[in-house]
């Protein structure tokens, strides 16, 4: 049987051509396999080569045989692989870059080959499609080709079993008789005319007849829609015999399916007569409408799905790629064709994304899931996010990748919009607190300016009172009396009395210069507060975002002494539990707008109680990686449902606040590594909050 497939099954004899090859006429249905195969493989060129047959081309460009060169490079590799042997790009590939098929008229970039082998393994011939363009085939044309080959193989058993019914000239013959009726195809001969001779039983079930049927029976399982073309097909033949392939014609089975048949009638060997052959080709056409279906559907989903899918080769170059695609892009299919992936990013991202796609082709990753941005072809950026993984047949090694992309500009530029009022906020939050502090600075220095008033106006109103104008008249007199004077002082009322004057004169001045040394004292004391305060804000302003080693106890001393004067007027008393914690690295700044702010609203929240017992306790302890510094009072306390919203910007519970202390000390306590907490059992209970900070704040975590 393979002997005589090798020999007839794809060509009947003809002259050699000019090359030396055999140029005999394919068999119609092995030609047509071969423009099958060209069509669904959207190939220019097919062929299919057979041993010690020659070969059968199809060319959409009206190639013949005579045109490709004499010797076939691809034939011998593709014959000895187990599947599907393909070519992505012939020009670059060693094996074949040389060849008259890649350099010649022919211009043979990309080709796929099937072998054509018998049920026992032995090398029949070799179907392939060959084209133009560097390209690949898709799973389902790689599917088809192999369904094709398959079928061209069936083809050959099939001329086989045809020249074996030459075998029907003795029909006593035993062998040839069980070869026959045990054919698992539908055998039939006519005589010269058509009729019935004799059908195998393969025949009589496919068309659900018994032996001794009549002549016309097999029509009634013809299907409706192909019967009378089929029966005026067959009385065609009976007026004018001659081989002839019916085109395929529908019938139904036992079970009442669709059944799909191919009929073949030729000159019986060695007998009068005609011998047919009737196929079931049913398995094929539902798997060419699978795939077409297959096909559509892939088509269909790859060009309208919402994001952008495009394939490519190792280079990177793009093969394939859909509407959105190109959308995205902002260029036509043709603009695309002869670039690359990292041709269209955007080159700050080309290094990054290219030590990506190399661990991807070495197989360090299965994904590559990153964002980049890519340049449209009017010169506009656009963030896309992308996933890109490699495709592979099976167990080969993979031949390209596939990335699918999600345009995230719009994303892109609302974060970075976000992150700009959010650096904003941070900067008016920051400005607030340090406007706190300056608040908080300017107070206390106005309280200490009252005591400055207070003084001088009582050393003023003293001097006015002074008796120094007494001792001006006195000595006046005096020096009125002349040498008189001992007698006027001796004898005299008003002289009697001067030494009585002097001695009230001398304790009113020493009263008088002890009160005004007391009170520029006081005046001294307080010009030093000032200048103290002035100059502690002066340094934190000096520091602002300027880290250094501190110890927290003079953080928190600092904290008080702007407050100090508030403390006092309004009766507050001050608690400081200090426990032994190590120095802290921070911005000192930052730290002080903190607890400046808390020790204020700690002295609101004491003074809006009403109560005579107004405390503040100041708590430093360790945390774990830092410390604690915990400000508590005994004031109005927080409401429950308040309690959520105290760190919100904007959010306060006074009729004069703003809102922004709270918040802008949160955002600093984050900036620190560290975070800021508040406890409250409710109203009239008081609040405690809670300030931690890591002792090194280059190791805290980045928020």
């Known amino acids: 049987m393979i002997s005589q497939f090798n020999g007839r099954a794809l060509a009947g004899e003809a002259p050699a051509d000019a090359a030396g090859r055999s140029a005999r006429v394919p068999d119609p249905a092995l030609s047509g ?23 059968a081309w199809h060319s959409s ?34 094996r074949f870059r040389d060849s008259q098929y890649v350099k010649g008229t022919l211009a043979v970039r990309f080709y ?87 059908n195998n039983p393969e025949y009589r079930r496919m068309f659900g007849l018994s032996i001794g049927h009549g002549p016309d029976a097999w029509a009634e399982r013809v299907d ?59 398995d094929l056409v539902t798997a060419r ?36 695609f190109r959308t995205m892009m902002g260029f036509d299919s043709d603009d695309l064709m002869d670039r690359t992936s990292g041709g269209l990013t955007h080159p700050d991202d080309v290094a ?47 031949e390209y990748s596939v990335e699918f992309l999600r345009d995230i500009t719009a994303r892109k530029e609302s974060s970075e919009e976000l992150e700009r009022v959010h650096k904003q906020l941070m900067t008016a939050s920051r400005q607030a607190g340090m406007a706190e502090v300056a608040t908080n600075v300017l107070h206390n220095v106005g309280n200490i300016l009252n005591s400055v008033n207070i ?68 005046l001294r004391d307080n010009l030093e507060h000032i200048k103290d305060t002035v100059a502690m804000q002066q340094s934190y302003a000096k520091l602002c975002g300027v880290t250094e080693t501190i110890a927290v106890v003079d953080l928190v001393e600092d904290s008080l002494r702007l407050n100090a004067g508030a403390f006092i007027r309004h009766g507050v008393t001050l608690r400081r539990e200090f426990g032994d914690v190590p120095p802290i690295t921070v911005d000192k700044h930052k730290v002080l707008q903190i607890l400046v702010n808390l020790v204020r609203n700690a002295k609101y929240a004491c003074d809006e109680s009403g109560r005579p017992d107004k405390f503040i306790t100041l708590r430093i302890e360790a945390a774990p990686g830092g410390v604690r510094i915990c400000v508590i009072d005994n ?29 802008s000390g949160a955002l600093a306590a984050q900036e620190l590594g560290g975070s800021l907490q508040v406890m409250s059992d409710g109203p009239g209970c008081g609040a405690t909050f809670i300030l931690e900070l890591p002792c090194n704040h280059s190791d805290a975590p980045h928020v």
């Open 33 to 55: 396999l071969v423009r099958l195969a060209a069509g669904v493989c959207g190939a220019p060129f097919a062929s299919i080569t057979v041993i010690d047959c020659g070969e």
């Open 61 to 94: 460009a009206g190639c013949t045989a005579a045109a490709a060169p004499p010797h076939d490079p691809f034939i011998s590799h593709a014959s000895q692989a187990s599947d599907l042997f393909e070519v992505m790009d012939a020009g670059i590939d060693e």
């Open 112 to 198: 796929a080959g099937c072998a054509l082998r018998s049920p026992a393994g032995d090398l029949l011939g070799v179907l392939a499609v060959y084209d133009t363009v560097v390209r690949t085939l898709t799973p389902e044309q790689r599917t088809s080709l192999t369904l094709l080959a398959e079928q061209a193989v069936s083809q050959g058993e099939l001329r086989a079993r045809m020249a074996e019914l030459a075998l029907l000239s003795n029909p006593d013959t035993v062998p040839a008789r069980a070869l026959i009726e045990s054919a698992p195809v539908a055998v039939y001969h006519t005589d010269a005319v058509g009729n019935m001779i004799y």
């Open 224 to 282: 409706p829609a192909d019967r009378l073309r089929m029966e005026q097909v067959w009385a065609q033949f009976c007026r004018e015999p001659k081989p002839s392939r019916f085109e395929p014609y529908r019938a139904h089975a036992d079970d009442g399916s669709i059944r799909h048949y191919s009929e073949q009638v030729v000159p019986a060997q060695g007998v009068a007569g005609w011998v047919g052959t009737i196929s079931d080709f049913t």
């Open 289 to 324: 409408d699978n795939l077409r279906k297959a096909e559509s559907l892939f088509s269909n989903t790859f060009d309208q799905a919402p994001i952008g899918i495009a394939y490519a080769d190792r280079s990177g170059r793009l093969l394939r790629f859909n509407h959105s």
């Open 352 to 398: 990054r994304v290219s030590r990506e796609i190399a661990r991807l082709w070495s197989g360090d990753i299965q994904v590559v899931d990153l964002e980049k941005r890519y340049t449209r072809k009017d010169g506009r950026i656009i963030w896309v996010r992308v996933t890109t993984s490699l495709v592979r047949e099976g167990d080969a090694a993979p």
């Open 455 to 522: 003084s001088a106006s009582l050393v003023v109103e003293r001097v006015k009172q002074s008796k120094a104008p007494g001792v001006s008249r006195l000595a006046a007199l005096l020096q009125e009396k002349g040498s008189a004077v001992g007698d006027f002082i001796a004898h005299d009322e008003r002289g009697r009395r001067i030494p009585e004057y002097l001695t009230s004169l001398g304790e009113q001045l020493i009263s008088d210069q002890k009160m005004a040394l007391e009170e520029l004292a006081a």
């Open 635 to 663: 004031g109005v306390g927080i409401k429950p449902e308040n309690m959520p919203h105290l760190f919100t910007h904007g959010f306060t519970t006074r009729a004069s606040g703003h809102g922004f202390g709270l918040h």
